[in-house]
């Protein structure tokens, strides 16, 4: 069980990017999915998180509330990161996650150690 996620690239501060976060095999829509991101040099830190549950809700890290939307399409098995309005600080590697326990709950602030089948992570560089 493995995450891919892809949509990374170079954008001038202010742009905007989609991630996404695809799953082959299983049904993402079963699991509370999150984005964290790791910069050079620091920790991997949560950003966004969504639920499995009806409503499908969400939350974010105060730094991207606001630019940052998540969504699922579960009819394409995808998960979502827009990112708009992005920063030179928003440069990092972004990987998607599921939550291992089956919980709809998104814990704030995320904790790695609840989340598994990282997959590559997607590199995204703000710069002008």
């Known amino acids: 069980v493995q995450l891919q996620a892809s949509g990374g690239g170079l954008v001038q501060p202010g742009g905007s990017l989609t991630l996404s976060c695809a799953a082959s095999?299983?049904?993402?829509?079963?699991?509370?999915i999150a984005w964290f991101r790791q910069a050079p040099g620091k920790e991997r830190e949560g950003v966004s998180c969504?639920?499995?549950?009806?409503?499908?809700?969400?939350s974010y890290v105060d730094s991207v509330k606001g630019r940052f939307t998540i969504s699922r399409d579960n009819a394409k098995n995808t998960v979502y990161l827009q990112m708009d309005s992005l920063k030179p600080e928003d440069t990092a590697v972004y990987y998607c996650?599921?939550?291992?326990?089956?919980?709809?709950?998104?814990?704030?602030?995320?904790?790695?150690?609840?989340?598994?089948?990282w997959g590559q992570g997607t590199q995204v560089t703000v710069s002008s």
């Open positions: 095999g299983f049904p993402l829509n079963y699991f509370t």
């Open positions: 969504v639920s499995n549950d009806a409503d499908s809700t969400s």
């Open positions: 996650a599921l939550e291992k326990s089956g919980s709809s709950w998104c814990s704030n602030p995320l904790l790695i150690q609840d989340f598994g089948s």
